[in-house]
Structure formats: C-alpha cells, structure tokens
C-alpha cells in the first residue's frame, strides 16, 4: 500500500496520469503517443495526396467496366434466347415438314401399291386368259389333229376292208361312177 500511495503523490505532483500509470516521463516516450500521430499521419497523408478520390475513381471505373459488361452480357442473353426462339421455331417448322413429307411418301407408297397390285392383277388375268387360249387352241388342235388320225385310220381300213370285199368288177364300176358324178358336178 505504500507503493500505491507513492504512485498517487507522483500524481498529483507531476499532473500526469498517463505518465505515472505506465512509469514514464514524458508523453513522447509513451509508444501508445507515436502509434496514434503515425495514425493521424496516415490519414493526413491519405486525405493530401488525394487517394480516397483515386480509391473513388477506381472504384468507379471497375464498377462502369462490370455495367458494361453486365449490360454486354444482358445483350448476349437477349440475343441468345432470340436465337434459340429462332432456332426452336425452325426446328418446330422442319419437324412439320418432316411430318408432311413422311404423309405424302405414305400416301404414294399406298398409291404405288395399289396401282402395282392393279397391275399384277391384270398382268395374272392376261396371262392367265393367253394360257386358257394356248390350251384351247392346243386342244383344238389335238382334237383336229385325232380326227385326222382318225380320218386316216378309218379311211385306210374303210379302203383295206373294201379291196378285202370287193370284187375287181365292182371296184371298177364304182370308180366309174364316181368319175361320173365328179364329171357332172364339174359341168
């Protein structure tokens, strides 16, 4: 208590509270003085050499360059989603036409079927009747041909069977009257 009462005389005697309370003599030895006038400096410097106007200007400066870019980039996404809106609708117009141009090729497949089916169908019924006509006149022809044969044959035996039964002079008598009858029909 005698060491506090000692710092309170020196107090009061020197009128200095700062100087007796950290132990020293005169404010410039305090380093809390130096640290507050380096501060104060500071600020003085600052506010002379005009650098909060520069920070400003600065700040101002970077801040029209990001509008510009902002406003650049606001354009570029305008122009974009015109884009897309373009390319959408041109995408939209050739799936349409796509769609269209698939109807009409199924539309003329149908058609070109149809048309061949038609056309085979009456390719099968030429044919069909040009082979009913082949067999026709093959069987015609046949059946002339048999009746030729037949002809033949039945002449051949008619002619064998009668030099067989008859005598030479009937054969000569019914030649004669053959001639004759020829000779009539001729005049």
Do not use: C
Not at 73 to 94: C, G, V
Not at 151 to 165: F, K, P, T, W, Y
């Amino acid at each position: 208590m005698a060491d506090q009462s000692h710092a309170a005389e020196t107090v009061a005697e020197t009128g200095h509270a700062e100087a007796a309370h950290h132990g020293y003599d005169h404010f410039y030895q305090d380093p809390s003085f130096w640290v507050g006038t380096a501060i104060i400096v500071f600020f003085l410097l600052i506010i002379w050499k005009k650098i909060p106007g520069m920070v400003g200007k600065m700040l101002d400066e970077k801040s029209e360059e990001i509008a510009a870019q902002l406003d650049n980039a606001q354009t570029l996404r305008e122009e974009a989603s015109s884009l897309l809106a373009k390319y959408q609708r041109e995408q939209r117009d050739a799936e349409k036409t796509a769609a269209k141009l698939l109807a009409q090729a199924e539309a003329e497949v149908e058609l070109l079927a149809g048309e061949a089916k038609v056309h085979i169908d009456e390719m099968i019924s030429r044919r069909t009747k040009l082979a009913e006509q082949k067999i026709a006149q093959a069987e015609a022809n046949a059946l002339k041909e048999i009746q030729q044969v037949a002809v033949s044959v039945a002449g051949a035996a008619a002619r064998e069977l009668i030099a067989d039964n008859m005598k030479k002079a009937d054969r000569d008598a019914l030649i004669k009257s053959d001639i004759e009858k020829l000779d009539s029909q001729l005049h």
